[in-house]
């Protein structure tokens, strides 16, 4: 599992720990308050760091195994840091049969990382989705709430160039966006 | 965003009545407007700079202060998006550009004369209108009413067209059990896949005495190629809305929760939006309409989990816990979300409750067929030449759907089946095209009507490989706690991979059966019940193509990729269009010699084979 002070963003994780704490104060008191928690600290921390675990289990009074088994069942949730750019290929039934495959194998190439993993330039973090209900623009692929349509595997090499060169919007931004 | 110059509070019954009236005769609601799909897919393709484009275009002329642009829910064909149609005479533009808004603007808003070039053309004729295109006469939109119709983010075109009038008629006129009378004469079943009547659900959970009763929305559409939820949740929040609190005053609730997925940002946004709006308004929270009734609504959102659809996953999940479905009875009716009594309907259910009370139970019945009645939202998706969201009444037959609304098959090549209702469902061949679309009769050829999605393949897709698709679907997807789906699920998936790999053996197919029947009746939940229908459905009509991977090692449709090899022939004048198409560098070869393909490294997508002008690479 990793801690948050290793965490690539760069961000202040005390000033990020304290908000999270500010975020479980404000659930405390509503039921099933677990998952939305989680979901906030997802977005705080873009993966969910040891030390969230500890003090959401603390703070919640949840056993710590609780809150592992929860966050391992749902993939939304992330133990890893993720990219700065999270692409997820769509499976869905229309995608697959309009290639979606193919899009995904291009993308597994070009950025020589299999699904879940994250590229070594922390760029890119490679995951798949279950239908976006995007389904008459198929194949797609996203990339963050980025919406790809009509994807070839001709097309990776330049979709993934506009990210890289992509300079703007640190991730304390986007996270910040998110949870507003 | 949302202005909202009539923002009041809604006190009772007479002030919904006045306000509605004041909007329809407000400029906003009289105006001519210029409508502008902002459906999720549109909005991919480019919806929202098409609208800042009438906007700024529209700003020096004397147009500006008499049309309205305006943002609306699906339209519904996805893939002509941006679409984008003229109120004032019903032009129906599609797959419009920025750079097309200054042509609309000034020869057919201020000139009269309608932009040709942007129209939609059947069988090579142009059609202007919306309402004389096939894609949407051919449809009867119910439910989707208001989609296309009203701004999703305001509350006020909502209340203009009839909005809320259902919820003021019940808590005024009707007693709880009328409301559930009414529901149950009106036959409607519920859209999220059983189809069990939504009645006889409500009914039971109006008869416990339990003082706390919840009443929970299932927008988490996992199913892959379903999207009607999402339109629904995007275009139109507040019909779902008024039927949550319909149906709440029914069994006695007074709290209400919505699961929606969470890859669904934007309905979430949206869902939002109105529920904050009904509680300004009054229309939910403490005493609405000075009814005496109280209703108040949160939304859930789900985390990336295909089981949590499942009713009691869904429950369990809301409760703050892994997703895993719980042994049913006892029901949720019964013993539900925090063990409370619970009603738990999908969206485009409660998406038809405004309208069947204001129809009347019995003239709601009226459409659709003896045993399922209403209408149905399809995802039509696939080689379709038109994809996207289509209603008609339950019972329409299916040729009608993919050829006079979908135009048809968008390939060269013919059609070979339909897969509809998503991992739980299964294919229909050609022979059956004219089958009705209710519960019953998709029953009778091993598929379920689900919750309306509907994937039409081509003689492109392999049968096999789609059956290996749902099953590495539903074996990822399988929350692990029954081993019958668990370990049922993923013995399957080996099978069916080593029959496209050429590696199978006929006895396979006995085993695959033996296993289904399985795990069909030993799984606990509807997810590992079902689990095995895509495998049943194309095993019943195209066996031959299992046969076919079995004993000749061949895969007619070239997809399964152990089964098929690429190859560059003499032909070949070494142009190097195909080594600079490649995406894994496989090819190659000098310009003007010919090129070979690395076997190993090739990943069989097959962009070489469509890029080659010379027809020197075959695929067998």
Known sequence: ?180 | MDTNKHMQFVSDAKALSDLQKTLQQSKEFTSDKVFICAGGSCITSGSMKVKDAFLSHLASTPLNDCIEVMETGCLGPCALGPVVVIGKDDTFYQKVRVQDVKEIVEKHLLGGTVVESLLYAVDEKKVSKKSELPFFKNQDKQVLRNCGKINPTKIADYIAQDGYQALCRVLTKSTPEQVVEEVTISGLRGRGGAGFPTGTKWNFARKSKDSIKYILCNADEGDPGAFMDRSILEGDPHSIIEGMAIGAFAIGSTQGYVYVRAEYPLAVERLQIAIDQARTYGLIGKNILGAGFDFDLEIRKGSGAFVCGEETALITSIEGNRGEPRPRPPFPAEKGLWNKPTVLNNVETFSNIPLLINLGGAQFAETGTEKSKGTKIFALAGTVKISGLVEVPVGTPLRKLVYDIGGGISTHKKYKAAQIGGPSGGCIPAEHLDVPLDYESLNKLGAIMGSGGLIVMDESSCMVDVARFFLEFVQDESCGKCVPCREGTARMKQIVERICSGKGELKDIDELEKLASTVTNASLCGLGQTAPNPVLSTLRHFREEYIEHIVDKKCRTAVCKDLIVFEILDLCNGCQACKKVCPVEAIHGDKKHIHNIDDDVCIRCGLCLSTCKFEAIIKY
Request: net charge neutral; glycine share 8%.
């Open chain 1, 1 to 180: 599992m990793t801690k948050v002070n290793k965490c690539s963003c760069g961000n202040d994780d005390e000033g990020l720990l304290q908000r999270l704490e500010e975020i479980i104060i404000s659930f405390k008191d509503k039921p099933g308050a677990l998952i939305p928690v989680l979901q906030a600290t997802q977005s705080l921390f873009g993966f969910i760091p040891e030390e969230a675990i500890l003090k959401i289990s603390e703070k919640l009074n949840e056993p710590l195994s609780k809150v592992y088994g929860v966050i391992t069942f749902y993939s939304f949730f992330s133990l890893k840091p993720r990219g700065k750019f999270l692409i997820r290929v769509c499976l869905g039934t229309a995608c697959y049969v309009q290639g979606a495959n193919e899009v995904l194998t291009a993308l597994k190439q070009q950025l020589s990382i299999d699904i879940g993993e994250t590229s070594a330039d922390k760029l890119f973090t490679l995951d798949v989705g279950r239908c976006f209900g995007a389904c008459g623009l198929a194949p797609i692929i996203m990339v963050n709430e980025e919406v790809h349509q009509w994807v070839k595997p001709s097309d990776v090499k330049k979709i993934l160039s506009t990210y890289k060169k992509q300079k703007t919007g640190s991730k304390e931004e986007i996270n910040q966006e998110e949870i507003s």
